[in-house]
């Protein structure tokens, strides 16, 4: 199993960006899926999740600024991060799981400029 995060960068305050997380070796649609970040210093925090049933919760920091959505025909999920703030800066992990597994991706940073 192996998930292939993209789309992060440099992006200036106010700004958006989208990041895409790519699975292979599972059935992608068996699996619920998540954004988490870590900003320097601090601890992995979630940013937004999407359930295999499609029921998607968000962290206060990013509501009403981040769209998390999955398309199980191309074993993608993606985050669309819109608003941008400094304080997003970090690197962002994928994961995938169910009950008893799950799987990180390789972060992708994120870098928000003021």
């Known amino acids: 199993v192996q998930l292939q995060a993209s789309g992060g960068g440099l992006v200036q305050a106010g700004g958006s960006a989208r990041l895409s997380c790519t699975a292979s070796?599972?059935?992608?649609?068996?699996?619920?899926m998540g954004w988490y970040r870590q900003a320097p210093g601090k601890q992995r925090e979630l940013v937004a999740r999407?359930?295999?049933?499609?029921?998607?919760n968000y962290s206060d920091s990013v509501k009403g600024r981040f769209t998390i959505s999955r398309d199980n025909a191309k074993n993608t999920g993606y985050l669309q991060m819109n608003s941008l703030k400094p304080e997003d800066t970090g690197v962002y992990y994928c994961?995938?799981?169910?009950?008893?597994?799950?799987?990180w991706g390789q972060g992708t940073l994120v870098t928000v400029s003021s």
């Open positions: 994961n995938i799981g169910r009950p008893g597994y799950e799987r």
């Open positions: 070796g599972i059935i992608f649609s068996g699996y619920g």
């Open positions: 999407i359930t295999n049933g499609g029921i998607i």
